[in-house]
């Protein structure tokens, strides 16, 4: 791979480092320009994540940049004197509102001396101008072959030679094929959830939304309890408050198919993947396509089944990784059937060495040392 050489500044623009998916992927670069040698800057109304970007070497730039409101475009001006001060070299959108600051700064500065201007498409986002944005880029990642598709499908007007398709990836060595908590772990798992003792554990990462499929996951469970299997679910994220009324849906439909017992909301856990480690299937049962299938992977990762629907990036993913977790999409049966197949037969997950975090930090830090010299 062929270094540049000088020394690059890197500006990445996200609403905010608090901690989901788009915030842990600008960190991850971060630590890759940085090992790189070149200098890396992030800009976002802040959050908990700022104080690991500085650890690792980063720098950070306080702005409002994610707020949807018209004055978010006062930032214009001051993102291209910004550019202009710090001699920026790559300006890296990853979220809409930020693309559109960064896209209406950039067009306005002279072409010989502007950085280049790179987004990444992270979501199968609604169809609209406004979405649009994220495919205006001089380069455009898409995070999984589904991104990419759904630009070919649905934004005939971007030059689909722009797109560079780099795949999600997760740290092996934070998430280690085989991996068993401590007995400290273990013995608070086993003190506070009782329930699960002797029983299949089927563990439900993500927060609580309807796009998560909660219900699908409550209904495979009593079609596999009605199938002789005796099953546990642990639902595994966060409530926000405005979803509570959605709990409530899911906790009254367990109740009426007599498995209010079996079913546990555990809330907000930064220990995922010791939960995912106990259990002896993941379920990924989006109701919708998502763009790429992160907690899937991060199970197979760790070597634990996992059964999802057969579409979006957790099918791509599952493809390749462990094909025989598959389901219809919306199959609910299906997955019920399959959750009393890995009862049964306790398939093996093999050890996988494809979609690896620094695949991706090394394909992306590419793209911007050609984008640069280009």
């Known amino acids: ?32 320009i940085v090992g790189r040698g070149h200098r890396s800057i992030v800009i976002s109304e802040g959050g908990r994540l700022v104080d690991q970007l500085r650890r690792e070497g980063g720098e950070h730039t306080l702005w409002p ?19 202009e001060n710090e001699r920026v070299d790559i300006l890296h959108a990853r979220s809409r509102v930020p693309a559109w600051v960064c896209l209406l700064a950039w067009r306005g500065m002279p072409e010989a001396t502007r950085p280049r201007f790179i987004t990444t498409m992270h979501g199968v986002h609604s169809v609209s101008r406004y979405s649009e944005v994220m495919t205006r880029g001089e380069r455009v990642i898409a995070v999984s072959e589904t991104v990419r598709a759904h630009i070919a499908g649905e934004y005939p007007r971007c030059d689909l030679s722009r797109v560079t398709v780099i795949p999600r990836g997760v740290d092996d060595d934070e998430f280690p094929y085989g991996l068993r908590p401590s007995e400290e772990w273990l013995g608070a798992f086993r003190r506070e959830r009782a329930g699960c003792e002797g029983r299949f554990v089927a563990l439900l990462p993500g927060r609580v939304t309807r796009l998560k499929g909660h219900a699908d996951a409550v209904r495979a469970l009593h079609a596999a309890r009605e199938r002789g299997v005796d099953a546990h679910l642990l639902v595994v994220g966060g409530v926000d408050p405005k979803k509570e009324s ?3 849906e899911v906790e009254e439909l367990a109740r009426s198919l007599g498995v209010a017992e079996r079913v546990e909301f555990v809330g907000h856990r930064s220990d995922i993947r010791e939960w995912m480690c106990v259990s002896d299937a993941v379920l990924a049962c989006s109701t919708q396509p998502e763009s790429f299938g992160r907690t899937a992977l991060e199970a197979v990762k760790l070597g634990r089944p996992v059964i999802g629907y057969d579409h979006g990036g957790v099918g791509e993913v599952m493809r390749e990784v462990f094909p025989w977790g598959l389901v219809p999409p919306g199959d609910w049966r299906a997955m019920g059937e399959r959750i009393v197949e890995c009862a049964r037969v306790r398939p093996v997950v093999e050890r996988t060495g494809l979609y690896t975090l620094r695949a991706m930090q090394d394909a992306t830090i590419s793209l911007y040392e050609e984008a640069a010299r280009g």
Do not use: D, H
């Open 1 to 32: 791979m062929t270094a540049n050489p000088r020394r690059l500044t890197v500006v990445q623009c996200v609403p905010a480092l608090q901690g989901g998916g788009v915030e842990r992927g600008t960190l991850e670069i971060s630590r890759a």
């Open 65 to 83: 940049i994610g707020k949807k409101s018209l004055a978010t475009l006062r930032l214009v001006g001051r993102l291209r004197r910004f550019c």
């Open 246 to 248: 959605l709990r409530r």
